[in-house]
């Protein structure tokens, strides 16, 4: 690798960072013809780092230029810092000879905007392109739609990407003419709904025709960015929400923000965003998604932030004591995914064992629940939880038993807005 090279991978891989939604699930895309990778089964590695971010994928921006002047990105045009570009060519080398190396199973590739959308979109769908025809790679690739390219170059990138991403960023549209006034949210959110409508169509025409090409196979995702702005949490799960029903988003995700600038409009340089923040806001998101929770559930009247010393189905469960304790060996599913320290397949493991037998607390630990937790939430053979607790003292209870890694190291930190 030439110097130049090597700096210009440490300058846009170090730019790439604050973008998250970079899961490499949802495809399958199998090898053919004596290519060169596989989306399925083993062909995608999922490493993570500490807190959480994906880094299975060589992820890299072609070009931190940009033409846009959003206050809490590092690339903004009025930042002063040194700018670098990718040509086709390289994206394409690094991808294949790291992929060669085993050093990566796929590629994540964004962009700043130089010129216009039109002109960064046609070299994303250039690189994907070539990779795929010329250089027959059938590895994960995650292509950044950019707000303003044309329909024709949205639907290109979706025959040769497994999954596209519109990121949203900011969770109002109030919040977008504030810090990012060169975008609209209207903008924006064009190329998702182009997006939604080609993968049913896509999906509808499969259900006729067998060989129908493959379009974002792995959908679509966003990103929004937490603690830039002063939504709280309930008002970004809304938000996510919306765009899950709206959109049909396969994920959004949930990225605090780093303070790299120094703007009014800001919080101040050194003011981080808890990372317990992002862990319960990703937790919110799985109950709305697998669980069974709407948003207003994860909140009240006055609380409109997740708890950060609790899950949010413990914190649910800690409102709603009247509802437990629960029936393990009748209650249906519905019920038992509300129990804290049940997840879906222990809940599927009960469903399936109590048809053959009356369940006891011998049982269930067997089948991976959170005792520690569950146990003063359902009911069955050998275990009757103490009804006297309030809701006070069994937090306290569940506190002092925890095991997480995260409430070990967690201390409240003063919002980022102050009135």
Same mark, same amino acid.
Request: glycine share 6%; net charge positive; aromatic share 10%.
């Given at each position: 690798m030439? *110097?130049?090279?090597e700096?210009k991978l440490?300058l846009l891989?170090d730019?790439?960072?604050?973008?998250?939604?970079c899961?490499?699930?949802?495809?399958?895309?199998?090898?053919?013809?004596k290519?060169?990778?596989?989306? +399925?089964?083993?062909?995608i590695?999922h490493?993570?780092?500490?807190?959480?971010?994906c880094v299975?994928?060589?992820?890299?921006?072609l070009?931190?230029?940009?033409?846009?002047d959003c206050?809490?990105?590092?690339?903004?045009?009025s930042?002063?810092?040194?700018r670098?570009? %990718?040509?086709v060519d390289?994206?394409?080398?690094?991808?294949?000879n790291?992929?060669?190396r085993?050093?990566i199973?796929?590629? %994540?590739?964004s962009s700043?905007?130089?010129?216009?959308a039109?002109?960064?979109m046609e070299?994303l769908?250039?690189?994907?392109?070539?990779l795929r025809t010329?250089?027959?790679?059938?590895?994960y690739?995650h292509?950044?739609?950019?707000?303003?390219a044309?329909?024709?170059l949205?639907?290109e990138?979706?025959?040769?990407?497994?999954?596209l991403?519109?990121?949203l960023?900011l969770?109002?549209e *109030?919040?977008l003419?504030?810090?990012?006034?060169?975008?609209s949210?209207?903008?924006?959110t064009?190329p998702?709904?182009?997006?939604?409508?080609e993968?049913?169509t896509?999906?509808?025409?499969?259900?006729?025709?067998?060989? +129908?090409p493959?379009?974002?196979p792995a959908?679509q995702?966003?990103?929004?960015?937490?603690?830039?702005?002063p939504e709280n949490?309930h008002?970004i799960?809304?938000v996510?929400?919306h %765009?899950?029903?709206?959109?049909?988003?396969?994920?959004v995700y949930?990225?605090?923000?780093?303070?790299?600038l120094?703007?009014?409009?800001?919080?101040?340089p050194?003011t981080?965003?808890?990372?317990?923040?992002?862990?319960?806001?990703?937790?919110?998101?799985?109950?709305?998604?697998?669980?069974?929770?709407?948003v207003? *559930?994860?909140?009240?009247?006055?609380i409109?932030?997740?708890?950060?010393?609790?899950?949010?189905?413990t914190?649910?469960?800690l409102?709603?004591?009247?509802?437990?304790?629960?029936?393990?060996?009748?209650?249906?599913?519905e019920l038992?995914?509300?129990?804290p320290?049940?997840g879906?397949?222990?809940v599927?493991?009960i469903?399936?064992?109590r048809?053959?037998q009356?369940?006891?607390?011998?049982?269930l630990?067997q089948?991976?629940i959170?005792?520690?937790r569950?146990?003063?939430f359902?009911?069955?053979?050998?275990n009757?939880?103490?009804k *006297?607790?309030d809701?006070? +003292?069994?937090?306290?209870?569940l506190?002092a038993t925890s095991h997480?890694k995260?409430?070990?190291?967690?201390s409240?930190?003063?919002?980022?807005?102050?009135p």
């Open positions: 030439s *110097e130049r090279l700096e440490s891989a730019a790439a960072k604050y973008d998250v939604s899961a490499s699930s949802g495809s399958k895309r199998s090898n053919h013809n290519g060169l990778g596989d989306s +399925t089964g083993m062909g590695c490493t993570y780092t500490e807190d959480g971010r299975s994928l060589l992820k890299i921006l070009t931190n230029h940009c033409i846009f206050a809490y990105c590092v690339s903004r045009k930042n002063d810092i040194k670098a570009a %990718f040509t390289e994206v394409v080398s690094l991808t294949i790291f992929y060669r085993n050093y199973e796929g590629l %994540f590739l700043g905007i130089f010129k216009n039109d002109y960064t070299r769908v250039r690189i994907a392109k070539k010329e250089q027959r790679f059938n590895g690739i292509l950044k739609a950019i707000p303003g044309s329909d024709e949205i639907r990138a979706g025959l040769y990407a497994d999954r991403s519109v990121n960023e969770p109002t *109030e919040s003419r504030r810090l990012a006034p060169d975008k949210y209207a903008a924006i064009a998702m709904t182009f997006l939604k409508k993968i049913e896509i999906a509808d025409e499969k259900k006729i025709f067998r060989r +129908t493959k379009f974002a959908g995702s966003t990103q929004l960015i937490i603690g830039a702005s949490d008002q799960l809304n996510a929400g %765009f899950y029903r709206q959109y049909k988003m396969r994920r949930y990225s605090g923000y780093v303070p790299v120094s703007d009014q409009r800001l919080p101040s050194g981080l965003v808890p990372l317990m923040r992002e862990n319960r806001l990703y937790q919110a998101d799985w109950l709305l998604r697998f669980y069974g929770f709407s207003q *559930e994860l909140f009240t009247d006055k409109h932030d997740l708890d950060h010393e609790v899950d949010p189905k914190a649910w469960a409102r709603n004591l009247h509802l437990f304790p629960i029936d393990i060996n009748r209650a249906p599913r038992l995914l509300r129990i320290g049940i879906q397949k222990s599927t493991k469903l399936m064992a048809r053959h009356f369940l006891a607390m011998d049982q630990l089948f991976g959170a005792s520690n569950a146990r003063y359902l009911s069955c053979k050998g009757m939880p103490l *006297e607790h809701a006070g +003292t069994l937090k306290n209870i506190l997480s995260y409430l070990k190291t967690f409240p930190q003063l919002s980022l807005f102050t």
